[in-house]
């Protein structure tokens, strides 16, 4: 009797904490949409989403600069820290030795626990004085944003796609090393394809981590509102724009700023379908 009572009262608790998850993704919508539809309409949607100035003075809220700074920084950031993560998963999973492998992967671990506003520290300490270095140009640019999420989302997409490489059965491996194949031809001919789900989703969600960035974006971004002029440019991305802004924004500006975090959250659950839709993938495969 003792022992259904206190499964059912874990049952209760179970489901309440699934209710309050659930309530606070469902307020968090209600209030974007609720304050963010109203400012679209008013400021109008082609203006306020194609708009390229942002002058909240003048009553000209445009965010396609925004958009666009979002857009590049992640795919920087893609480029740099994608192809990294998915050697470094390789590494971890085929051909780190056994003494060596406790170490590095708590160092990937600690990587993803170390708080943005650090790694915003390090790039603005580092990585801008040796892109100033480099260029003769100032160092708060597209490029620079790029290499620090590129590090910031290694840990992101090594943590995902080593498991899921992992996952893969050996009789796949040995298969191919049974027809002759060599290890690393093994490896990326037979395994990795094995495993393109997962390896996929990994990516995904570095995009979703990158483009979701905020502190660290803001030190080492320029924050200019202009229209994206070059990789060695300064921009502003949609995050940095309203924890810059809504300190101070009033009215239709904080209106405008709430609308700015609806696109954001559009993106954000954009990705997280691709997800979902590729874990669905990978479980009937």
């Known amino acids: 009797m003792t022992h259904k009572f206190s499964e059912r009262v874990m049952k209760a608790v179970f489901f309440v904490a699934a209710c309050a998850s659930v309530l606070a993704v469902a307020l968090i919508c209600i209030f974007l949409f609720t304050n963010g539809i109203p400012a679209?309409?008013?400021?109008g949607v082609s203006d306020f989403l194609f708009g390229q100035k942002w002058k909240p003075s003048n009553k000209i809220f445009g965010i396609l600069p925004f958009i666009l700074g979002s857009i590049y920084v992640t795919a920087g950031s893609v480029v740099i820290?994608?192809?990294?993560?998915?050697?470094?998963a390789i590494f971890l999973a085929f051909y780190c030795p056994k003494?060596?492998?406790?170490?590095?992967?708590?160092?990937?671990?600690?990587?993803?626990g170390i708080p943005s506003v650090v790694y915003g520290f390090f790039g603005l300490v580092w990585i801008v004085?040796?892109?100033?270095?480099l260029t003769g140009k100032d160092g708060s640019t597209m490029l620079t944003a790029s290499i620090?999420?590129?590090?910031?989302?290694?840990?992101?997409?090594?943590?995902v796609v080593e498991p899921a490489l992992r996952s893969v059965p050996t009789s796949y491996y040995e298969g191919a090393l049974a027809l002759g194949a060599t290890h690393e031809r093994s490896v990326f001919r037979t395994v990795i394809p094995a495993a393109k789900s997962g390896v996929a989703a990994g990516i995904v969600l570095g995009i979703g981590r990158s483009i979701g960035e905020t502190m660290a974006v803001i030190m080492v971004a320029g924050n200019q509102t202009w229209m994206p002029q070059?990789?060695?440019?300064?921009?502003?991305?949609?995050?940095a724009n309203i924890v810059m802004e809504m300190g101070y924004a009033t009215d239709l500006h904080r209106s405008a700023l709430i609308a700015t975090g609806v696109v954001l959250f559009v993106f954000i659950l954009l990705i997280n379908l691709c997800v979902s839709a590729l874990k669905r993938r990978s479980a009937y495969e």
Do not use: F
Request: charged fraction near 15%; hydrophobic fraction near 55%.
């Open 40 to 43: 679209m309409t008013e400021i």
């Open 81 to 88: 820290g994608v192809p990294t993560a998915l050697l470094t």
């Open 99 to 112: 003494r060596l492998y406790p170490i590095l992967k708590a160092m990937v671990n600690l990587m993803a």
């Open 129 to 133: 004085p040796m892109m100033r270095d």
């Open 148 to 159: 620090l999420l590129g590090i910031m989302i290694l840990p992101t997409v090594t943590g």
């Open 230 to 239: 070059g990789l060695l440019k300064g921009i502003r991305t949609l995050t």
